[in-house]
Structures are given as structure tokens and as C-alpha cells.
């Protein structure tokens, strides 16, 4: 059997993520989009599958969010500015 996650797995994971990056762990609730059913469409797993694929791609945005926060936070910034700053005046000289 594979190793499915269940998508209360997935908001479990998103808080931890949120809360190790200093982020209000708050997720908008899915809304359903109303329109009219018609005859011959039975579009209550698609509505599921594509409710499931928005929050894996909400997840992904976090966790990306994530990378990035943490590889931002190991940047030397006044290194760059000061590397910057030199280069400048060697070429005003």
C-alpha cells in the first residue's frame, strides 16, 4: 500500500511549516463555487480532485515561502552592500 496523506496530514504539515517560519497558521476555508448541475454530469469527485489540487499547490506557495525565508535569513546583506559600495568607487576612480 503507498503512502497516502490525508489532506487533514497536509494541514498538519502546512501549521508545523508556518509556525517554524514565524507565520499566523491561519488557512482560508474552501468555498464552494455554486452554478447549476446539469442532467448528465456527476461532477462531485472532480469538484473534490480540483479542491485537493489547489491546496497541494497552497502548500507548495508555503513551503516555498519556506526555502526562501530560511535561505534569506543566511544571506549576509551588509557583506553585499559593502562589496557593492567598493566596486562603485573603484570605478568612479
Known amino acids: 500500500m503507498g503512502s497516502y496523506m490525508t489532506e487533514n496530514d497536509y494541514m498538519v504539515n502546512a501549521k508545523k ?5 514565524g507565520v499566523e ?3 482560508p476555508v474552501k468555498r ?3 452554478r447549476k448541475k446539469h442532467f448528465d454530469e456527476n461532477n462531485s469527485e472532480e469538484a473534490l480532485l480540483e479542491g485537493e489540487k489547489q491546496f497541494k499547490e497552497r502548500l507548495n506557495g508555503l513551503a516555498t515561502l519556506c526555502i526562501e525565508k530560511r535561505l534569506l535569513d543566511e544571506i549576509d546583506i551588509d557583506t553585499i552592500i559593502n562589496d557593492f559600495a567598493s566596486r562603485n568607487v573603484r570605478r568612479n576612480l
Open 32 to 34: 464552494r463555487a455554486l
Open 17 to 21: 511549516i508556518a509556525s517554524e517560519i
Open 25 to 27: 497558521p491561519s488557512f
